[in-house]
Every structure is written in structure tokens, then in C-alpha cells.
């Protein structure tokens, strides 16, 4: 807005002075520096799309063709079938169920768990509630590594693996202390004389978090749902360790699997790029619908961190 | 869809209801045993709505680090039992051996012992040493991991805080702009760090472009991805290009937060742009810069997707994390994992701790003066 005024004031003005000289060069080296940093962006980005959408003799032509011609979508389709020839279980709609599967369960599990917990954190006050706090926070700086190799041995004790349950239910135990961080700073915005109210009414604690929480903490649950969904949709390590039968792979292990088999001597860039478009695009289209959530979510945890 | 394939969810999802309602459980116990037990009502209630993550913490947290730490002192390999080796696995990793080069062009291989082999060769003038090891590719793997982290997160810091900065000059379609950036980020890392291995692939679209200089200058194009001098920089340009958007948005709401009363303080005192820069701007954004500082260390030394795609050459090694995973779910050498996994760990705890105790000297925090 402040902007749209500086301006209107510039042009009113026939003779521009000196320093509204220097003001007009500076606004466009900055605009200049913003499209560079759009075309870095954007560049690799295209060019994800534009392989993806050519044949096996386009890929290594020497003059760069940014928009194939002819393009082929049919890739998108191949892609699959060339994945079936290896094993015919690996369908596009069995590994798409698979990574929403394990993508929706643990994100229901996160959202769950962490807005319980960070409930508890925020509002009640007990003894060593700070030091606990204080725990959960470093357990970020642990390298997943350092549990991997006892926690596949427990599962290989209990006999799950190669199944879904060391990707879904544990995230019910609130296993991202980031989120718990965020609902806990968005709790603790929330005025106290809300709740003292219900409570006066009567209402448990179970009522309070159900009818009066949650709807107060809808935007910042919806964030965390965008963030949860992307970062179980990418995951790679969990799959990659806990899943061994391809027809049980997610789709970014799926992705691997084909770089690994079909790919390894003569790398088949156009199909390889099909697939990484095929499993960025939910998370873009998401992105686009749920941006503003999407950064807020992530200034609230970078601002009052 | 037939049951084969609802088969392998349906447990799974019974499994899930069932760990949920056990929680449930759980959870009405101890606020029963603790109001029985006379603990306020307030105290109790808190203490259970954090059980779910005190359970998940004791198990996944505290039972896995502690065994991790046992298994660090054993050799394991699935077959049979952990047996207990004490320190062996330690000093295998810290048996380092430095021998004198007689010329510089005499082969590692021939002046180190037996079973070592390079890390770091250093030739001063005709001659020089070479540092060997017996477990040369954690060495070479640590090497590269930390050349990778001193690289990315300062040229990440200071990107993304350029970006900010561009972007916080009131520019027009702010949102446009943040929206454009922070892409990157939430592409799924597995295709980015895939379309980096095709740009930057020897008949790849880098390559391409700069053939016109390559015969300018009379040299080959170079195989970023096979030359170990040059294959650092793929995942240097991969780490940025996923970075410096995403820290510039968090970076960006840091410099919203700062008070127009200060700029225009420092207006009224004369201060030029550069002193704004340094006096206010950078005080006041120095606890977003500390986040950034701190999680991107972090993840800088714990890279696995990209070490997943794309093969290094021996010589440079590869990323602790993927070194520490082939060596337990590959070669099944589930001990030696574990003692490379807790040297890691101590690593980290050891930067973190380090940009902690320097954080009072650079970061400002505003509410800490109102305190006193």
C-alpha cells in the first residue's frame, strides 16, 4: 500500500530529483535480484517438467529444448508399466495407496498427539513440567541414526517388519517436538478467562479441550496438518529401512527402486522425472491451496523460537 | 480390490486403533493413581495429557539410545548374540596411523602400514605424510560431512538473509514472491536431489549451457558427478537451492517483527544505511539468525537422501548418516554402527553446545533487558 503511494507521489512529479534517481535504480536492481532469484527457482523446477515430458531422444540433444516437441504425457503412464514389468504388483494406484496410507495415519497421529500434549504443556502447571519441556526440545538435536539400528531390532523382535506399523503408530506417542513447540506457543496466546468460564460452568477437561480448544486452534492445527502431510509424503529413511517388498513401497521408495533397477546403467531421465512430478505434485497443489497456513506455521515456530 | 492388498493395511490400521485406545487407557490410569495418590487436581490433569509423548520418549527416546549405547560396545550381526567387546570398535575407528612421505610422488598405499589406508595426504614441497586408517571411510565420510556443513550453512545463512532483506524493501506481490521462494523447500528432497543428478549428469542441462565457455576456454566439460574434486559442489548447489528460500521466509518475518521506532531512532541520530544495517537490523534479527544457525547445522550433518542417489566416489567418501546405515543394514555390523552412530551423536551435542555458549555474545534477545 505504502508503495502504491510512492509511487502515485513520484510520478506527480515532472523533474525526478536525484535521490528519487538513485530511489527509481535502486527499486530496480531489487526487482532485477528478485527474477534472478525467481529464475534459479523456477529454471530446475521447469526443467524437471520439461524432461519429464520427452522422449528417450530428446533427453541428450545438443541444443537445450526447454519445451519438448513433441512432448509425450504418455511418460506418466509408461513409467508404470516399465515399474510392472519388474513386478507386476506395482501399480500406480497400489503405491499411491500405500504412501497416503502411511501418510494420512501418521499425520492423524501427530496432529493428535502433539495438540494433547501441548494442551498439557501449556496449561496446567506441575512439578518438572519445565524440565520435561526442556527434554523434549533436545530430542531434536539426536540424530535418527543413533535410534534406527536398535529400533529396527525392536521391530524385527516383534515381527513387523515389512509392514506399515513402524510408520504409523508411533507418531500417536507425538514424536515431532516441533509441533508439540508450535501448538504449545499458539496455547499459550490463548487468554486463560476463556477457559475459567467453562470451567465454572462445570465443563471437564476433556469438554474444554474438545468444545473450546479446538476450534480456537484450528489455523494453526490446519498448518501443522500441511507440514505433517508434506514431511510423511517425503519421507524416505522409515520406508526405505522398515519396507522390503516393492509392492509395499511408498512412492519415494518406489522412486528409488526404479533408479536402482531400471535405471542404474542408462539412466531413463524422462520416466525418473515423470515419477518426481508425479510425487512433488500433491505436495505443490497443497502447498497452493494451504501457502498461507503452510508459512505461518513455520514463522510462529522461527519468530518466538 | 481384493483382500490381498487390504491385507497388508487392515492389521496395520487395527494395530493403530488398538495403540490409540491403549493410550486412552493409559492415560485414565495415572490421572486416577495420582488423584488417589493426592496430587491436585491441576498437577494430575497436566502430567496425563503429556503421557502419550513421556511414554513415546522412555521408548523411542531414552530405551533406543540406551541400547544404542550398549550395542556400540558389542559386535552384532544379527546371527548371534551381541558379544561384548569393550572398546574395540572405538579404537578401530580411532586407530590412525600418520607415516612420512619420502617423495611426492610415493603412493600412500606404500608408505602407510598394512591394512591402513589414506584419509588426507599432505605434500609439503618433496615430500610430506599421509594420515591412515583401518576405518578410512568413516574418516574420509566425517571429512566430507563437515566440509559439507562449513560450506552450506554459512553461504545458506548468508543467501537466505540477502533474500530477506531484498525481500522486506517493500517490494510489490510480497506474497508472490515468499509463495515462489519458499518452493523449493517442500518439493520432496528425493526428486530434487534426483533432477540435481540429471542437471549436473555429463550430457545434463549444466553442462549444456556452459559448453559455449568450456570451447572458449579449450577445456572438456567437466563429470561433476565421478570427479571426487568436484563433486561436493552437486551437493552444495542441491542443499542451497532447497535452503536459501525457505530460511529467507523465516528470516523475512524476523525483520517484520522489527520496530519502526528503532530505524527512525537511528534516522534522527544520522545514521547511514550501513549503520542501520549493523546497529539494528542485524541485533534485532540476530535470534532468528541463532534458529537458523542451529537447525541447519543439524541437518547439514545429517544428510541421507541425497548420499542415497547419487554414488560418491571412494576416494571422498560419503555422508556419515549413509555410511552409518549401509554399515548396519548392509554389512549387518550392527555394533560398529552404533559406536559410528554415537561419535555422531556426541558431535552434534558438541556444535550445538558450542553455538549455544556463543549465542550470548552475538544474539540479542529484546525481553531479556526488560527483565532486569
Known sequence: ?305 | MNLGVLGTYLPTLARYVAVMVGIAVIMLIAYRVQRFLGVKQEAATGRTLIMPWLIGFLIFNVFTIGSSLYLSFTEYNLFRAPEWVGFDNFSEIFDLQIAPLESAAQRSSDALPPRYDEVQRVTLGDGGFVIGARMEEFWRSLRLTLLYAVLTVPLGIVASLGVALLLNQKVRLLGFWRVLYYMPAILPSIATILLWRWIFSGSGLLNGLFAPFYRAAGIAAPSWLTNPDLVLIVFVVFSLWGVFGANSVILLAGLKGIPQELYEAADIDGADEWAKFRNVTLPMLSPSLFYNLVTSTIAALQVFEAAAFIDIPDSVGTFLNWLIYQEAFNFRNMGMASAMAWIMLLLILALTALVFRSSSAWVFYQGAKDAN
Open chain 1, 1 to 305: 500500500m505504502t508503495t502504491a503511494t510512492a509511487r502515485q507521489r513520484d510520478s506527480l512529479i515532472e523533474q525526478p530529483q536525484p535521490s528519487q534517481r538513485r530511489f527509481q535504480i535502486r527499486r530496480i536492481i531489487i526487482y532485477a535480484l528478485l527474477l534472478l532469484g525467481a529464475a534459479i527457482v523456477l529454471i530446475p523446477f521447469l526443467w524437471m517438467i520439461s524432461t519429464s515430458l520427452k522422449t528417450e531422444d530428446q533427453l541428450f540433444t545438443r541444443q537445450i529444448q526447454l519445451i519438448p516437441n513433441p512432448a509425450v504425457p504418455m511418460n506418466y503412464v509408461r513409467v508404470w508399466e516399465q515399474l510392472q514389468s519388474i513386478n507386476p504388483n506395482m501399480t500406480f494406484w497400489r503405491i499411491l495407496g500405500n504412501t497416503l496410507f502411511i501418510t494420512l495415519l501418521a499425520m492423524f497421529g501427530e496432529i493428535l498427539s502433539a495438540s494433547i500434549v501441548a494442551y498439557g504443556f501449556s496449561r496446567f502447571n506441575f512439578r518438572g513440567r519445565n524440565l520435561l519441556f526442556a527434554l523434549m526440545l533436545a530430542t531434536v538435536m539426536i540424530p535418527g541414526i543413533v535410534t534406527r539400528v536398535p529400533g529396527f531390532l525392536v521391530w524385527r523382535q516383534l515381527g513387523l517388519l515389512d509392514t506399515y506399523d513402524p510408520l504409523t503408530w508411533p507418531s500417536l506417542f507425538a514424536w515431532g517436538p516441533l509441533y508439540v513447540f508450535l501448538l504449545r506457543q499458539f496455547f499459550l496466546s490463548i487468554p486463560r478467562e476463556i477457559e475459567e468460564a467453562a470451567i465454572m460452568d462445570g465443563a471437564n477437561v476433556i469438554q474444554i479441550y474438545v468444545y473450546i480448544m479446538i476450534p480456537l486452534i484450528k489455523p494453526i492445527l490446519l498448518a501443522i496438518g500441511v507440514l505433517a502431510f508434506q514431511a510423511n509424503w517425503n519421507n524416505f529413511q522409515g520406508p526405505l529401512l522398515y519396507l522390503s517388498t516393492p509392492e509395499k513401497f511408498p512412492l519415494a521408495v518406489a522412486l528409488r527402486f526404479f533408479d536402482q533397477s531400471l535405471s542404474k546403467e542408462a539412466p531413463q531421465w524422462h520416466y525418473m522425472m515423470a515419477m518426481a512430478t508425479m510425487m512433488a505434485l500433491p505436495i505443490l497443489i497443497i502447498y497452493f491451496l494451504a501457502q498461507k497456513q503452510f508459512l505461518e506455521g513455520i514463522n510462529v515456530g522461527a519468530v518466538k523460537g
